[in-house]
């Protein structure tokens, strides 16, 4: 198709509807949010989610009777990306996909508008075809080939009259650039790192310096993932943590010591805090950004993850007048986000509830929120055993590390206090046996704890690539069959092959894996000094308890995690196999 060709002939929505991936109420919400904020019909589609950006951009392509192409299976050669000078790719957001007898086909985001085709015609001096692509897959080959930043890269150079950037660009100790006209391209640069880690939905930035580069890494749905920047973003960095400590409040001066400090930021309509830790290295200061989004703190309990059974048992915790509940699992399992919405849930106008946190991550309307400063001797415990004085209902203790934390803890426990904390263990039933190393007396924890849980967060498959998973192994189709209580023939698993939607990964977003333990009579009966793991999880069974595997294989059989994510979580090796072995 010619660029003079151009033309939108029916509506994408109509073209959506026709192909069953939009109802006709949904068709009218598209149009109504698109006349309120003045969009395209296209991006309001996509924006509510309703259909995916590839199904969506291949109806507007077919709407304006353009071609649609996939830039990201194409395999772009360098000299293909070069057609094109680098400045009119990051202008226009366009691609050069092919040149076929003096025509070079260019892959735009949107449909380009007349004036647009008229400049590139003048600029060029060349035939071009318009083909059209998502916006994510024209991204990711930008990204690819030239690097986050690249467009700052090359604002740069254009300032310096093309010259290659030679040396680092500092702050003085007033936060002050010291080549000014260099403070806003850092600035873009800066806001470019995390534009992008809110758009791959990141929890953490990692930004570390080496001798002749610098690496960024995104941590997504619990997996770090290196993204690449120009190397000319070495001479940047000094900038890029001054720029960074500016905006945290923290000395742009002191380089010889670690920093902590907190970054609020606002992108349209959502809010989110960036709790940032700066830490000295060999080759410069290495910066760790934690994104806390205050727009996912009052979940449902729904949105958790867990299932019917856990979902009810939960509601009931929130609401007892007394006693403790322990969340278990490692750093980044979900452990504050549960947290949290229990106090949500527990958060009404007749209880008072106070949080002991370290550090605070998440501002909680009508809850007391007070910040462990150890240096200053306000710990766990000290801060706890004042609280307990202040006449509260629920009190949430960001983490028992020790004997003294411990054992306030668990006699507030008994005291008419709902106390909620967490606790470093490998399961929920090793919550007891973690308790007595601790050495609380036995009598204390069979009074006060009242419930267990473990968690993890397994990487969801994408909704929009999953397919029935055909091969599955013999071992593990025996093992889910006996854990669902279901035959072989009806095991199902499934797997993302890969999309536009989830960047070729097959997976996209997390669910956490829930695994409960609720202590009766019989199993507080057995909470002695030496006591073993395995008696307690004998007993637990008895009464419904069900491990994290068994939970993740409802959770495969249920289309929701792959087989690889599931063995990821919960298998264990075993030393006389020649691989690694399920944990039962």
């Not at 979902?311 to 549960?338: C, D, H, M, N, R």
């Not at 039933?429 to 267990?452: D, F, G, H, K, N």
Request: hydrophobic share 40%.
């Amino acid at each position: 198709m010619s660029a003079e060709s151009l033309g939108t002939a029916r509506e994408v929505g109509e073209l959506l509807l026709e192909r069953g991936l939009l109802t006709l109420a949904q068709l009218e919400q598209v149009r109504r949010r698109q006349k309120r904020l003045d969009l395209p019909q296209h991006r309001a589609i996509v924006d509510l989610n309703f259909a995916s950006e590839q199904d969506t951009w291949q109806a507007l392509a077919l709407a304006s009777n353009l071609e649609f192409v996939e830039p990201t299976a194409l395999e772009l050669k360098r000299e293909t990306l070069e057609l094109i000078p680098i400045k009119f790719i990051f202008h226009y957001r366009m691609l050069p996909v092919g040149n076929e007898e003096d025509c070079v086909t260019l892959a735009f985001s949107e449909p380009p508008r007349q004036i647009d085709l008229g400049n590139l015609r003048l600029l060029l001096g060349k035939r071009f075809k318009v083909v059209l692509a998502t916006p994510s897959s024209i991204h990711a080959v930008i990204k690819k080939n030239f690097g986050l930043g690249a467009e700052t890269i090359q604002k740069l150079r254009e300032e310096r009259g093309g010259a290659e950037i030679g040396q680092e660009i500092v702050f003085d100790v007033q936060g002050k650039e010291t080549d000014s006209a260099l403070e806003a391209t850092v600035s873009a640069f800066v806001d470019q790192i995390l534009q992008e880690a809110l758009r791959l939905r990141a929890t953490d930035i990692h930004l570390e310096p080496y001798t002749n580069s610098i690496r960024l890494r995104y941590r997504v749905d619990g997996i770090l993932e290196t993204v690449p920047v120009p190397a000319d973003m070495r001479h940047l960095h000094s900038a890029v943590v001054s720029r960074l400590k500016i905006m945290a409040g923290l000395n742009i001066a002191e380089k010889r010591l670690p920093h902590d400090g907190r970054i609020a930021m606002k992108t349209g309509e959502e809010e989110y805090d960036l709790r940032v830790s700066i830490v000295p290295t060999k080759y410069g200061e290495g910066v760790c950004l934690r994104i806390l989004g205050r727009q996912s703190l009052f979940l449902d309990l729904g949105q958790l993850g867990m299932e019917p059974n856990q979902e009810a048992i939960f509601a009931q915790l929130t609401q007892l007048p007394q006693g403790l509940v322990l969340l278990t699992g490692p750093t980044g399992s979900g452990k504050t986000t549960t947290l949290y919405t229990a106090l949500a849930q527990a958060n009404d106008e007749g209880r008072k509830i106070i949080t002991f946190e370290d550090p605070i991550e998440y501002q909680l309307e009508g809850v007391v929120q007070i910040q462990v400063r150890e240096q200053i001797g306000l710990t766990f415990a000290a801060g706890l055993r004042s609280v307990l004085r202040h006449d509260p209902d629920v009190v949430l203790v960001g983490e028992i590390r020790d004997f003294e934390t411990a054992e306030i803890a668990v006699r507030a426990a008994q005291t008419g206090h709902l106390v909620l904390s967490t606790l470093h263990t490998n399961d929920s039933v090793s919550a007891v046996t973690r308790l007595l190393e601790m050495r609380i007396e036995p009598y204390l924890i069979a009074s006060s704890l009242v419930c267990a849980i473990s968690q993890r967060l397994a990487r969801r498959i994408c909704r929009h690539c999953t397919t029935e998973d055909n091969q599955i192994p013999d071992g593990v189709r025996q093992e889910m069959a006996a854990s669902l209580g279901i035959t072989p023939a009806e095991v199902r698993a499934y797997r993302g092959m890969g999309c536009v939607e989830c960047g070729q990964k097959g997976q996209r977003g997390r669910v956490a894996l829930y695994e409960f333990f609720l202590l009766n009579q019989e199993i507080a009966d057995l909470i002695q000094p030496g006591l073993r793991t395995g008696e307690l999880r004998d007993a637990a069974r008895k009464i419904g308890w069900r491990s994290l595997r068994e939970i993740g294989w409802k959770k495969v059989q249920q289309g929701l995690i792959p087989i690889q994510e599931q063995d990821r979580w919960t298998r264990v090796i075993n030393p006389k196999a020649a691989g690694p072995k399920a944990a039962t």
